[in-house]
């Protein structure tokens, strides 16, 4: 977000850059100002004068540095597509000459943009007019004393992803360094697997271990699966045997875990 | 005498959340859906003719009572907690997300041509926008879409009920020319049954 | 029309607490206290010739809208399949056990500083944690992994679609400049088949 000057009466601010009728609002950004320029201006979005709105909108933010204000890296940017689509404009197009293909309009581009844009500015000023809970509308918005003697039973669980990664996040600021370094994309997808696998082996009772490496021949996963096994191997969840030489290569789950009644193993010790 | 407009409206008054048709249904399996949807209306229809300061709402897809505008004033009075107030660029990005979703970062930023990274991440915070999953290109980045508390905060009953882009230009200034046809922009379908 | 009978009907609806007659005068400091007795008073008679689920009582010196115990057996129902609250150690918990994978009880509680039994026995039990079987280590503690329900109830394709921290830090970062140029326009399409 930046600056916006707003100028009172109109066109002052280019000619007269007077202080004292500046008033500061806030653009939302390049497109935000290109269209004010726009509209200030009355011109016809679908046939942008590109020298005239380019040089508008280089005084606009030479005018932002002068008067201090931090000019960010999408004005920059969008300042170099202006100039880079005017040079484009002043080039005698080839195209048009042989007559068989035609150039698309340098512009188009930023039209289609501008145009995008001003629908989603005109749809957030419309959610912006909303009855909004807690400002115009409100609701009874806390345990109903009808039903606190009722104790809550359990239900489906209502919990969302960002919640979830948000309350990790959390808990690993408040982590040393040397603990946090391990979670990465690839531990994921190992982690992904392990599972994976040893649901796989426990379902069957047995697998083959060809039969881990069947689904696509993506290296990855090949590799990923490889180190899946070699965990479980070295966690003793399951036993790789082979029953002769050069055979099939079984696997088995070393343990059958029993997620209905854990407490008596680990949880109450 | 209990009759199910009656059961309908205790189950909506208690519940803290809007409630929705079929968790009514499920709720009270000896009505039929269609008994417990009349009920519903005529409830509605109640409450708007008694001309009282409550309304019975549909909101994010559940219903709701609800206070009417008019009396916010003096509401105001009662609540400590302050109004929600939102920033251009926070709205701006919810407009986007709501009407585009599912929509990765990038895609914001495209349209709005700033970064969005922050904005995002506060409307995930308060849970106006969700984490949909990962879009299949590569990168995998995250998509985007909007919750239940949006619809709820925004007074809206789902995102069909959003006015279509084609309304909200209509809204704003007419375009000079039929030039505008040319430009293939339309997804106001695509939005409309996109959803669900 | 916004009378006084309906400001303090709207404002007895939203108290989370029963509302007092002095408090309300506070509240209407332009109103009689003669008059808001008046409209309790009308407005109590109202709810009762409505013949509704919803009465206006009178409790502990204030007053508060209350349901007919008529249909606490209605309203029984509702509590049954109310959602449990997920405490925020249970959600810490389970995001050790999504992230760390196979993990120790042990290590859970390394990261998390506190014991842990409980949190992990309900994640258990509600069926988002399993054990995965038993580490070869001394004393063979078990190991933990999240489930398919947790997949389910996040609606996560697999392990690998958990947005990963990098990714949701990145939301507090300025993205790389060449990520928002490239963009084309017309994504409608894309958009669309993104999603299943």
Same mark, same amino acid.
Request: hydrophobic share 40%; with cysteine; net charge negative.
């Given at each position: 977000?930046? &600056?916006? =000057?707003?100028?009172?009466? &109109? ?8 202080? @004292? ?10 497109? /935000? ?25 280089? %005084? ?8 201090? =204000? %931090? ?37 188009? %581009? ?9 629908? @989603? ?9 909303? /009855? ?5 509308? !409100? ?7 009808? =039903?606190?003697?009722?104790?809550? /039973? ?32 690839? &531990? ?11 649901? !796989? ?6 697998? =083959? !271990? ?15 699966? !490889? ?16 029953? %002769? ?6 696997? &088995? ?17 | ?33 269609? #008994? ?136 704003? #200034? ?23």
């Amino acid at each position: 977000m930046t &600056t916006r =000057l707003t100028e009172e009466p &109109t066109g002052l601010l280019f000619d007269d850059r007077s202080l @004292y009728s500046v008033k500061l609002e806030s653009f939302e950004g390049p497109l /935000d100002l290109l269209l004010h320029l726009i509209r200030k201006n009355e011109l016809n979005i679908y046939d942008i004068p590109i020298a005239d709105i380019t040089r508008q909108y280089l %005084e606009y933010i030479q005018l932002m540095e002068e008067l201090n =204000l %931090e000019v960010a890296g999408e004005f920059l940017v969008m300042a170099s597509t202006l100039l880079q689509i005017k040079s484009r404009l002043l080039l005698p197009t080839a195209s048009d000459e042989e007559g068989n293909e035609e150039e698309e309009d340098p512009r188009a %581009e930023l039209v289609r943009r501008l145009l995008e844009y001003q629908r @989603y500015k005109a749809a957030s000023l419309l959610l912006r007019e909303r /009855d909004l809970l807690g400002r115009e509308t !409100f609701a009874r918005k806390f345990d109903p004393p009808d =039903l606190i003697d009722l104790a809550p /039973d359990e239900g489906p669980l209502e919990l969302e992803l960002f919640q979830l990664i948000d309350a990790f996040r959390k808990l690993l600021a408040k982590m040393p360094e040397a603990a946090i370094h391990q979670v990465a994309a690839d &531990t994921m997808s190992i982690a992904d697997r392990i599972t994976q696998v040893l649901a !796989f082996i426990v379902d069957r009772g047995t697998a =083959l !271990f060809d039969e881990l490496f069947d689904e696509g021949c993506n290296r990855e996963l090949l590799v990923v699966t !490889f180190l899946a096994i070699l965990e479980l191997c070295k966690l003793r969840m399951i036993n790789i045997v082979q029953d %002769e030489r050069y055979g099939s290569i079984l696997l &088995t789950p070393a343990v059958i875990a029993e997620p209905d009644d854990p407490e008596g193993v680990e949880l109450n010790g | 005498m209990v009759d199910l407009k009656q059961i309908v409206e205790s189950l909506i008054f208690v519940s803290d959340a809007p409630l929705f048709l079929d968790r009514i249904c499920v709720l009270l399996e000896e009505y039929e859906r269609g #008994e417990i949807r009349e009920a519903l209306m005529a409830l509605t229809a109640d409450y708007r003719l008694r001309g009282g300061a409550i309304i019975l709402a549909e909101v994010g897809g559940g219903y709701q009572f609800r206070t009417l505008p008019e009396y916010a004033e003096y509401l105001k009075r009662l609540t400590k907690s302050r109004p929600p107030k939102f920033s251009q660029s926070a709205l701006e990005t919810l407009a986007i997300v709501a009407y585009r979703q599912p929509i990765t970062r990038a895609e914001v930023e495209y349209l709005r041509g700033v970064d969005c990274g922050g904005v995002l991440k506060s409307c995930l915070e308060k849970r106006l926008v969700r984490i949909l999953g990962k879009k299949d290109v590569p990168g995998r980045p995250l998509i985007y879409g909007t919750t239940k508390e949006f619809l709820e905060l925004f007074s809206l009953r789902d995102l069909a009920s959003l006015p279509t882009l084609k309304e909200v230009q209509a809204l704003g #200034e007419r375009p000079p020319d039929e030039e505008q046809q040319e430009l293939p922009l339309g997804m106001e379908e695509e939005v409309e049954n996109g959803e669900e």
